[in-house]
Structures are given as C-alpha cells and as structure tokens.
C-alpha cells in the first residue's frame, strides 16, 4: 500500500477560451452570471484583458481558471464538472437563479433537474452552462436514513 501524507482534493478546473471571450465585456457576462447564480467572486489582481480570468469558488484555493488559447478547448454539449451543495432547497434556490437569468438571457442552457435512484442514495441535479466551455453540474446528495 503506498503511503499517504494526507489525501488530495479537487482545487480548480481550467478552461481555454477564444481571447474575444476574455474581453472587458465578455468578462463582465461570466462574471455577473457565475456571482449571482454561484456566488464565485472575480479574483481582479489575476485579470489580463483578453488572456485570463480567474473566479474563486469560495475559498482561497477554490477556483475556475480561465485563459486565453488560439486552439481553445472543444467540448461535447455536456461535458460538466460538479459542484455538490448542502441541502435539496440550496439545489433548488440555485437552480432558480439560474431559471432567471436563462428567462432574460437565451445563452444560458439547462438540463435538469432530475432524481437517480440509487436505492440508498436519491442524487438530485441540473446542468446549467453560460459562455463556458463547460457546463456546471449541481448535486444534492439524499442519503436513505
């Protein structure tokens, strides 16, 4: 068995993105959109006009890591990375903002919500995605008791 100093975890995700997306009102969009919906605050000392954005995802070294590519990355439709909240109403409050901003802006796509039945897991989601190359999957956890 190999030995562990401690285990790891999940800090960020990086994305490429055409530098035209990293443009002042291009930033402005995903970061309006991701504030309201996820609460992720723009961390500004790392903004570089058409090369970087970089959101943290509350806490310090919890982040989303966008950069400017020639070749940018290419996704399928729902290609996601997952975010887990506490309880089924945070679940459904964010998936509310997301409804509202999806009811004044079209670019906004969501899948869901839906229940997988696990037996002793009822895993509750939606995929919602907005000017990113990838989409955001949001779950809940019930747990049987």
Do not use: K
């Not at 490429?16 to 402005?28: K, T, V, Y």
């Not at 970087?52 to 996601?80: K, S, W």
């Not at 969501?110 to 990113?132: A, W």
């Amino acid at each position: 068995m190999t030995d562990f100093a401690g285990p790891t975890r999940f800090n960020h995700v990086a994305m490429s993105m055409p530098a035209d997306a990293l443009d002042e009102a291009g930033r402005a969009d995903i970061c309006a959109f991701y504030a309201e919906v996820f609460g992720w605050e723009e961390f500004p000392t790392m903004t570089e006009d058409r090369r970087r954005l970089v959101m943290g995802v509350h806490a310090y070294d919890q982040f989303v890591f966008l950069i400017a590519a020639d070749e940018p990355m290419r996704t399928d439709p729902m290609d996601h990375f997952g975010m887990s909240v506490d309880s089924l109403d945070e679940l459904d409050a964010t998936l509310a903002r997301a409804q509202q901003w999806q009811a004044r802006d079209d670019r906004v796509r969501i899948v869901g919500p839906q229940v997988d039945d696990h037996e002793v897991l009822q895993l509750h989601s939606f995929y919602v995605g907005f000017l990113l190359p990838l989409m955001v999957e949001v779950q809940y956890f019930e747990w049987a008791a």
